[in-house]
T-cell receptor
Framework: DTGVSQNPRHKITKRGQNVTFRCDPI?????LYWYRQTLGQGPEFLTY????????KSRLLSDRFSAERPKGSFSTLEIQRTEQGDSAMYLC???????????FGPGTRLTVL | GQQLNQSPQSMFIQEGEDVSMNCTSS?????WLWYKQDPGEGPVLLIA?????ELTSNGRLTAQFGITRKDSFLNISASIPSDVGIYFC????????????FGKGTKLTVNP
């Protein structure tokens, strides 16, 4: 079991640039989640996929954010025209059929200058 | 919206002491989970609870799902230095959403 992996682990970008993060879930898991975490806070839900279908999106996910899971395996999260307020840890998690048990990856730390 | 109130915000204890932290909500949750997060890493699942009143242990950790389904607690017995970290409660709100809602965390410091 290789666990959830995320790439890159760290990303520094200038305001206005686009960034893309990748998540590879645990192989047999059909559910995949994206969360955002800022300093001193718990993770906040962004969006959720079951297989390739994006079934739920938070109001936090502005139109500059888009997530895909084209083949129901890995997922990408893209942020367009980054703003300083986008600086955060972006966490990916996956789960199988045992509801609620989310397994998180190590996260991608985004810094927008 | 659904919010989880987690307390205390931080704890400073001596090695060997027991620790208790809790989480409450104004709304009902179907599932309660407890996670631990080390700096720069993702949260790691410690315990998952699925039924009101359920009491579950994982080594020195014990957690309970409150009978009102609006609260949960986590106890750590005989703390050791590697227990240091931030502990988060999380819950799956009633209503069919797949998302987990997280508390703000309890930062635990263990002095050797």
């Amino acid at each position: 079991d290789t666990g959830v992996s995320q790439n890159p682990r760290h990303k520094i970008t200038k305001r206005g640039q686009n960034v893309t993060f990748r998540c590879d879930p645990i192989s047999e898991h059909n559910r995949l989640y994206w969360y955002r975490q800022t300093l001193g806070q718990g993770p906040e839900f962004l969006t959720y996929f079951q297989n390739e279908a994006q079934l739920e999106k938070s109001r936090l996910l502005s139109d500059r954010f888009s997530a895909e899971r084209p083949k129901g395996s890995f997922s990408t999260l893209e942020i367009q025209r980054t703003e300083q307020g986008d600086s955060a840890m972006y966490l990916c998690a996956s789960s199988g059929n045992q509801g609620g048990r989310l397994y998180f990856g190590p996260g991608t730390r985004l810094t927008v200058l | 919206g659904q919010q989880l109130n987690q307390s205390p915000q931080s704890m400073f204890i001596q090695e060997g002491e027991d620790v208790s932290m809790n989480c409450t909500s104004s709304s009902i949750f179907n599932t309660w989970l407890w996670y631990k997060q080390d700096p720069g890493e993702g949260p790691v699942l410690l315990i998952a609870l699925y039924k009101a009143g359920e009491l579950t242990s994982n080594g020195r950790l014990t957690a309970q799902f409150g009978i009102t389904r609006k609260d949960s607690f986590l106890n750590i017995s005989a703390s050791i230095p590697s227990d240091v970290g931030i502990y988060f409660c999380a819950g799956s709100p009633q209503g069919g959403s797949e998302k987990l809602v997280f508390g703000k965390g309890t930062k635990l410091t263990v002095n050797p």
